[in-house]
């Protein structure tokens, strides 16, 4: 199971890295039209996105400890969604055996390091500052 998510976080990953770069090669990341910024299923699959990286970094703010780390976290989650979402679950699946159990990944409480949230949180404010 640990080798099938991996896999998983790493299509997730590489495929919104390059959906995102492809997207923002054609079309600058505030220029959305405005029939499309305001049609109600855009609206609502956009909110319904932010509750999942909501609820997902309620689950990393229990995981980690420092509330440095939480915080950069929050940041990186909101600020680049799957793709921070990805590489957390990437960093724990990859610090369990890959024939180990899948508890560690879950229930594991972790210090809190702030050097993977810290680069994530200023890559997606460097995106949002540049766009």
Same mark, same amino acid.
């Given at each position: 199971? #640990? !080798? /099938? !998510?991996?896999?998983? /976080? @790493?299509? @997730?990953?590489?495929?919104?890295?390059? %959906?995102?770069? =492809?997207?923002?090669?054609?079309?600058?990341?505030?220029?959305?039209?405005?029939? @499309?910024?305001?049609?109600?299923?855009?609206?609502?699959?956009?909110?319904?996105?932010? =509750? +999942? /990286?909501?609820?997902?970094? %309620? =689950?990393? +703010? =229990?995981?980690?400890?420092?509330? +440095? $780390?939480?915080?950069?976290?929050? #940041?990186?989650?909101? $600020?680049?969604? &799957? #793709? $921070?979402?990805?590489?957390?679950?990437?960093?724990?699946?990859?610090?369990?055996?890959?024939? *180990? $159990?899948?508890?560690? %990944?879950?229930?594991?409480? &972790?210090? *809190?390091?702030?050097?993977?949230?810290? *680069?994530? +949180?200023? *890559?997606?404010?460097?995106?949002?500052?540049?766009?």
């Amino acid at each position: 199971m #640990i !080798l /099938f !998510l991996r896999g998983l /976080f @790493v299509v @997730v990953l590489v495929s919104m890295l390059a %959906v995102t770069t =492809w997207a923002s090669l054609h079309t600058p990341l505030f220029e959305l039209p405005r029939a @499309v910024g305001t049609h109600p299923w855009f609206l609502a699959t956009l909110l319904d996105a932010y =509750w +999942a /990286f909501l609820a997902f970094y %309620v =689950w990393v +703010a =229990w995981k980690e400890q420092s509330v +440095a $780390a939480r915080g950069l976290w929050f #940041i990186a989650t909101m $600020a680049l969604g &799957n #793709i $921070a979402m990805a590489s957390y679950f990437l960093r724990e699946l990859f610090r369990v055996p890959a024939d *180990g $159990a899948l508890d560690p %990944v879950f229930t594991r409480r &972790n210090p *809190g390091t702030v050097l993977l949230p810290g *680069g994530l +949180a200023l *890559g997606g404010l460097a995106v949002y500052l540049l766009a």
